[in-house]
């Protein structure tokens, strides 16, 4: 067999794992997520405890947790018994992973955390499991094999816990209506917190560097404004000072090849009318957004009175890190 050939049977073993923890999924699921949902209520956390591979699954797990506003922990089953249960608080939820439900440092753990008042959920494929008896929840997250030749290695068990995790979380995260707001609360180091933080107004560019002219100007003036500025646009603006325009560099060249008397004509007779624009309120997500969807280099930002006040330049977002 090829390695491109083996690396599909994997695929295909897991996915097949998956499809059949799925269909398993039952009532239990629910009372898991208001489960949870009442302890964070209450101010207590997610202990997530488990051994081996199912440890470094339930360390991802409670790290998508955390980084989605339900507050998480990993407890070390073996360094528990040293002092490190003290982490436990009556109230928390403890997730428990044990495939087989029967791994002798998690059911050894299980006397010091029954001594405070906590529910237990475990992860196991063995519903009549010393872990299962001892838990007040059960996810059954049993598959039909490993992916692992000999049936051996943790590979499609696994995988069926890190995505009962995905699921919990993802369930937990609708159910208390978290927003993309609150996630880029938890990630302000990272581009998805920037464009969710960031409002047009922190990124736009403004005073000498956003051009605008008045529709009665010539292009010829219109473009020494555009110069100053060093901006590839202008906001054109009627009497009233409202927004009634755009003219680009591009709108220059295009006129420029049919009519010889461009520089003189006013820049009114030339603009593009309704330009797209956005508000210096709106999100900076939002300015990304337009410029995924719209095939333009530089978006106007109006203030509440319809008046241009600034200039997002497609070129400056590489440089904002919110791309």
Same mark, same amino acid.
């Given at each position: 067999m090829s390695h491109l050939a083996k690396a599909r049977e994997v695929f295909d073993i897991e996915l097949a794992a998956l499809k059949s923890v799925r269909a398993q999924l039952d009532q239990s699921f629910n009372r898991a997520v208001e489960t949870i949902i009442a302890v964070l209520? @209450?101010?207590?956390?997610? !202990?997530?405890? &488990?051994? &081996?591979?199912?440890?470094?699954?339930?360390?991802?797990?409670?790290?998508?947790?955390?980084? $989605?506003?339900?507050?998480? !922990?990993?407890?070390?089953?073996?360094?528990?018994?040293?002092?490190?249960?003290?982490?436990i608080n009556d109230g928390d939820v403890i997730l428990a992973l044990s495939y087989s439900g029967e791994s002798d440092e998690l059911l050894n753990l299980l006397p010091a955390l029954k001594r405070f008042s906590v529910k237990i959920i475990s992860f196991t494929s063995n519903g009549k499991s010393s872990l299962a008896k001892?838990? +007040?929840?059960?996810?059954?997250?049993?598959?039909?094999?490993?992916?692992?030749? /000999?049936?051996?290695?943790?590979?499609? @068990?696994? $995988?069926?816990?890190?995505?009962?995790?995905? *699921? #919990?979380?993802?369930?937990?995260?609708?159910?208390?209506?978290? $927003?993309?707001?609150?996630?880029?609360?938890?990630?302000?180091?990272? *581009?998805?917190?920037?464009?969710?933080?960031?409002?047009?107004? +922190?990124?736009?560019?403004?005073?000498?560097?956003?051009?605008?002219?008045?529709?009665?100007? $010539?292009?010829?003036?219109? #473009?020494?404004?555009?110069?100053?500025?060093?901006?590839?646009?202008?906001? !054109? !603006? +009627?009497?009233?000072? @409202?927004?009634?325009?755009?003219?680009?560099?591009?709108? /220059?060249?295009?006129?420029?090849?049919? +009519?010889?008397? #461009?520089? @003189?004509?006013?820049?009114k007779s030339v603009m593009t009318r309704k330009p797209i624009c956005i508000r210096d309120d709106a999100l900076a997500a939002e300015a990304l957004k337009i410029f995924n969807e719209r095939n333009i280099d530089d978006l106007i930002v109006v203030n509440a009175k319809n008046q241009p006040v600034g200039l997002v330049d497609s070129q400056d977002l590489p440089k904002l890190k919110i791309m």
């Open positions: 209520k @209450s101010r207590g956390k997610i !202990v997530i405890v &488990g051994i &081996g591979k199912s440890g470094n699954v339930g360390a991802k797990i409670a790290a998508t947790l955390t980084s $989605t506003g339900s507050t998480a !922990v990993v407890l070390s089953s073996v360094d528990a018994l040293h002092g490190d249960v003290g982490i001892h838990s +007040d929840l059960t996810l059954n997250v049993r598959i039909p094999k490993e992916a692992c030749p /000999f049936n051996l290695a943790p590979t499609s @068990s696994t $995988t069926a816990m890190l995505v009962m995790g995905d *699921a #919990l979380a993802m369930a937990v995260l609708s159910a208390r209506g978290f $927003t993309q707001k609150d996630f880029a609360k938890y990630h302000p180091s990272g *581009a998805i917190g920037r464009a969710m933080l960031l409002k047009v107004g +922190d990124i736009m560019r403004s005073g000498n560097r956003n051009a605008i002219a008045k529709d009665n100007l $010539t292009v010829k003036e219109a #473009l020494l404004v555009m110069t100053h500025a060093k901006s590839g646009s202008l906001a !054109v !603006v +009627d009497a009233r000072g @409202s927004l009634a325009g755009v003219f680009t560099d591009g709108d /220059f060249r295009r006129h420029m090849a049919t +009519d010889e008397n #461009l520089l @003189s004509q006013p820049v």
